[in-house]
Nanobody, 115 residues
Framework: QVQLVESGGGLVQSGGSLRLSCAASANFFRLYTMGWYRQAPGKQRELVAA???????NYADSVQGRFTISRDNARVTVFLQMNSLKPEDTAVYYC?????????WGQGTQVTVSS
């Protein structure tokens, strides 16, 4: 059983920044691929960024150069630094942990970017 708790969401003006955190309760956290997804109203959930156990990262084209995913295995936490936010970044952001066939989700945190 893996529990993921996101924090750091909120309301920010266009061009602003937010830092999301996802605290995990997981044995062998360092082995998990961790990801951030988002879901806007009326849209499908989409991958924003992911980081492997080895530290490799990948990003959605829409956030490349603006968002940075990182992890701190000692603190069993994954972060998403979001800069130059745009109104189209408004969504519920979900933390995800994946290891083989196991896949876990957090409850989500709302990010709202005003124009």
């Amino acid at each position: 059983q893996v529990q993921l708790v996101e924090s750091g969401g909120g309301l920010v003006q266009s061009g602003g920044s937010l830092r999301l955190s996802c605290a995990a309760s997981a044995n062998f956290f360092r082995l998990y691929t961790m990801g951030w997804y988002r879901q806007a109203p009326g849209k499908q959930r989409e991958l924003v960024a992911a980081i492997t156990s080895g530290g490799d990262t990948n990003y959605a084209d829409s956030v490349q150069g603006r968002f940075t995913i990182s992890r701190d295995n000692a603190r069993v936490t994954v972060f998403l630094q979001m800069n130059s936010l745009k109104p189209e970044d408004t969504a519920v952001y979900y933390c995800n942990a994946n290891l083989g066939m196991s896949n876990w989700w957090g409850q989500g945190t709302q990010v709202t970017v005003s124009s």
